[in-house]
Each structure stands twice: as structure tokens, then as C-alpha cells.
């Protein structure tokens, strides 16, 4: 059975940093991708960041590439760092993982289990 447990979140001053986990176990999940989406209100979800099984094959969304790095670690933990925190930026960010696609993917259709959401909310 596969769990993803996410961390992190809260509440980021515009232009400050935000720091998200994710910690996922069961199944083979070492030979997978894994991704962060986000929904921001009254939105569609949308991708933010993906990494791949090996975590040299990385995605990142137009509206946070180069504020925003997605690393990978041996026990399957996610980290998403993002800078220059925007207003934008508020959403409900969820991991996800795939137990089909081994490279970095934008498109939620790729994951098929998916972690509880946390609120990320930029605002002074």
C-alpha cells in the first residue's frame, strides 16, 4: 500500500521561502517518478515540479522555474524548495507518485497515488 505524508506549508511572506516534504513508502516507488501539483482556488489543478527515479531528470512548470528546485532522496523523500515566494504561488500543493513513469512528468495522469494536500498561502 502506498502512503505519501507531506509537510510543510503554512504561511510565506511575498518574497520569502517555503520548503515542502514529502515522504513516500510502499511499493517499489525507488524506480518512479514523483511530482508536486498545486490548486489554487477556483482553479484546475497544475503541475509544479516532477523529478525522476533517479533525480537527475527534472520538471519544472514556466511559472516556477528558476525559483523553485525538487530534489530526491534514497528513502524516497521529496523536497521542493521555492524562493521569491509570490501571491501566485497560494494553492493547495499536493505529492504524487507514479508507480508507471520513471522520468520527470508535468502531467497529473502520470501519478497514480497522490498525498493529503497542504495549504501554501503567500501573503504579507
Known amino acids: 500500500q502506498v502512503q505519501l505524508v507531506a509537510s510543510g506549508g503554512g504561511l510565506v511572506q511575498p518574497g520569502g521561502s517555503l520548503r515542502l516534504s514529502c515522504a513516500a513508502s510502499?511499493?517499489?516507488?525507488?524506480?518512479?517518478?514523483m511530482g508536486w501539483f498545486r490548486q489554487a482556488p477556483g482553479k484546475e489543478i497544475e503541475p509544479v515540479a516532477a523529478?525522476?527515479?533517479?533525480?537527475?531528470?527534472t520538471y519544472y512548470a514556466d511559472s516556477v522555474k528558476g525559483r523553485a528546485t525538487i530534489s530526491r532522496y534514497n528513502d524516497n523523500t521529496m523536497v521542493l524548495q521555492m524562493n521569491s515566494a509570490k501571491p501566485q504561488d497560494t494553492a493547495i500543493y499536493y505529492c504524487?507518485?507514479?508507480?508507471?513513469?520513471?522520468?520527470?512528468?508535468?502531467?497529473?495522469?502520470?501519478?497514480?497515488?497522490w498525498g493529503q494536500g497542504i495549504q501554501v498561502t503567500v501573503s504579507s
Open positions: 504524487a507518485t507514479s508507480t508507471t513513469t520513471v522520468n520527470a512528468s508535468g502531467s497529473s495522469r502520470n501519478y497514480d497515488h
Open positions: 510502499g511499493f517499489a516507488l525507488d524506480y518512479y517518478a
Open positions: 523529478v525522476s527515479w533517479h533525480g537527475s531528470n
